[in-house]
């Protein structure tokens, strides 16, 4: 059953079009993979999907459980259960992690942060009343962010490249993580060029120049991704033959 | 209630004091209405004389040099009727390789139209630290003038710290001039955070000469302002010691029509001395408003918070 419909979804930047006619089904409950080399669209669909700045004119439909999402702001879709976590998370100077875990989360209590971050693999003792800027490496932030996104239990969480900068024992952590937005009720959309990330999901869908190219199992996409994908000596230039046939 | 009882109960409501400290007879406190005295006590090691005059208070602080006050020395500063005009002349002398934490409780909770005057000279012998944190309570309608004024002289290898911080209720009029001279190896360590809104004014000027060798200092300005409150931050950091070093650093928030001007200047004297600084000022970042606003905050919930965050 989907909960997230992207429908005929066209995007231009800066003239440039960026997302073409894109149409995809988003399981409920499901761990999904957005999954393209870089310049693809992903990103710019998980912003559009998000309702970012810059993001909010296109064309086409987006719906969330069959109603249209389009004319919402940024805040209103999350208040209606969707959220993002950024490839690279943004610094808060000032900000305790306790006190930006606490604005997202569903419960405010400090006893559901620290479990929150225990579940990230971040000691709450230690991280609960530092600040979530510079003096955090890339993976803590990352971390922190998903602590975040787990205590705001949303029902659709877009995860842009969760591993990117971060360490081996970090990635498992994050991917305990995804796994337990899952068991929480969360539909995952895991936006990535990562075979390792890709691995984690549970269906798959493949992008080039902002186009569909091929949908479906896991090891199907990522047999395509590995073979015809990253050796392409043109980077984000669809097989014609896989868009004609299959998009 | 008596208006020491109604000031106590006022500071500790708005300022999360301990309502203990003001019973507790190791920590010294001076409580003042106005321009009246309603309760003092000292400890061993520190004289506290206190003068009323006509128009305001004169008070010396003075500590026996090698005296180390274990609590902080709680000053509570208040002025309870809607009007009136508060002048506190300060004189501190604290004798060398002594040390000090003050905790100033400025607050004026019903002010329509009250101004808060402070002129100080504080001199901090050798070896001496000098910790000051004045922490303000002023009325929701902004209706208060507060002129902090002090020159301050740091003796070698002295450290003087002050923070200043608005926690409750509407800037209204903040002008604070402070001047300070560090002798070698001494530091200067001054902040401000202020957040400023509807037709505030906030002025801030803070110097500081580093003039002996290895003296170190820091000024730290973090505002913000809304509607269409002002802000003026002339941070200047000079050395001439050799070896000095310095940063001044000035972060202003603007939303609405609010408006901000930082001028942090640096004058080194010395080939062997460094100085730096930093001024941003702009309105709230894009990225960190988008990513409160994913977890289902307004924006201007967003704001707050990072705002908030900014001035902490």
């Known amino acids: ?247 | 209630m008596n208006p020491q009882g109604e000031l106590i109960t006022t500071i500790y409501d708005y300022t999360d004091t301990d309502p203990r400290v003001l019973k507790d007879p190791e920590s010294a406190h001076l409580v003042i209405n106005g321009n009246k005295v309603l309760g003092m006590h000292s400890v061993p090691g520190l004289k506290v004389d206190v003068k009323e005059l006509a128009d305001g208070i004169d008070v010396a602080v003075d500590l026996e040099a090698g005296v180390e006050i274990a609590k902080p020395v709680h000053l509570c500063f208040g002025m309870l009727p809607e009007t009136g005009i508060q002048k506190i002349i300060l004189n501190v002398n604290i004798g060398s390789n002594a040390r000090i934490s003050l905790q100033a409780h400025c607050v004026f909770p019903r002010a329509v139209d009250v101004q808060h005057i402070m002129d100080a000279r504080i001199n901090i012998g050798d070896g001496a630290r000098y910790s000051y944190f004045e922490k303000h309570v002023h009325s929701p309608g902004g209706g208060v003038k507060v002129y902090p004024k002090a020159v301050v002289k740091v003796g070698r290898k002295a450290y003087f710290k002050t923070e200043f911080e608005l926690i409750k209720g509407r800037v209204g009029l903040i002008d604070i001039d402070y001047e300070t001279t560090c002798e070698e190896r001494g530091v200067v360590d001054m902040t401000a955070r202020i957040s400023g809104r509807d037709d505030d004014v906030i002025k801030i000027r803070e110097t500081g000469a580093l003039v002996g060798e290895y003296a170190r200092g820091v000024l730290t300005s973090k505002i913000a302002v809304r509607d269409r409150a002002r802000a003026e931050v002339y941070n200047k950091l000079s050395a001439t010691g050799a070896h000095a070093r310095g940063h001044v650093d000035c972060k202003e928030i603007v939303k609405d029509q609010g408006v901000a001007t930082a001028v942090p200047i640096v004058e080194v004297h010395h080939p062997k001395a460094h100085i730096t600084h930093e001024a941003a000022i702009g309105s709230v970042d894009n990225k960190q408003l988008e990513t409160l606003m994913a977890r289902g905050l307004s924006e201007d919930e967003a704001s707050e918070i990072i705002i908030n965050g900014l001035l902490s």
């Open chain 1, 1 to 247: 059953m989907g909960i997230l419909q992207v429908d005929n979804l066209s995007l231009k930047l800066n003239g440039k079009n960026i997302l073409n006619n894109l149409t995809i089904d988003f399981w409920e409950g499901h761990i999904h993979a957005v999954v393209g080399p870089n310049g693809a669209g992903k990103s710019t669909l998980a912003a559009t999907i998000m309702g970012l700045s810059g993001y909010r004119t296109f064309e086409g439909d987006i719906s969330l459980k069959g109603k249209s999402i389009r004319d919402l702001a940024l805040d209103e879709r999350a208040r209606l259960g969707i959220t993002l976590a950024w490839q690279e998370p943004a610094r808060f100077e000032g900000l305790s992690i306790r006190e930006f875990i606490r604005s997202s989360a569903a419960q405010k209590s400090n006893e559901l942060i620290s479990e929150m971050l225990d579940k990230v693999g971040l000691e709450p003792d230690e991280y609960m009343d530092r600040a979530v800027d510079k003096t955090l490496s890339g993976g803590e932030r990352k971390k922190v962010e998903l602590a975040s996104i787990l205590a705001m239990k949303p029902r659709v969480a877009l995860l842009d490249e969760p591993d990117s900068g971060i360490d081996i024992e970090s990635i498992n952590r994050i991917f305990e993580a995804v796994r337990l937005l899952k068991e929480g009720g969360t539909t995952v959309i895991l936006i990535t060029h990562s075979l390792a990330v890709l691995e984690q999901a549970e269906h798959a869908f493949l992008l080039c120049q902002g186009q569909l190219v091929d949908k479906g199992a896991v090891q199907k996409i990522k047999s395509y991704f590995q073979d015809k994908c990253l050796p392409c000596p043109h980077k984000n230039i669809p097989n014609e033959e896989m868009i004609g046939g299959k998009a």
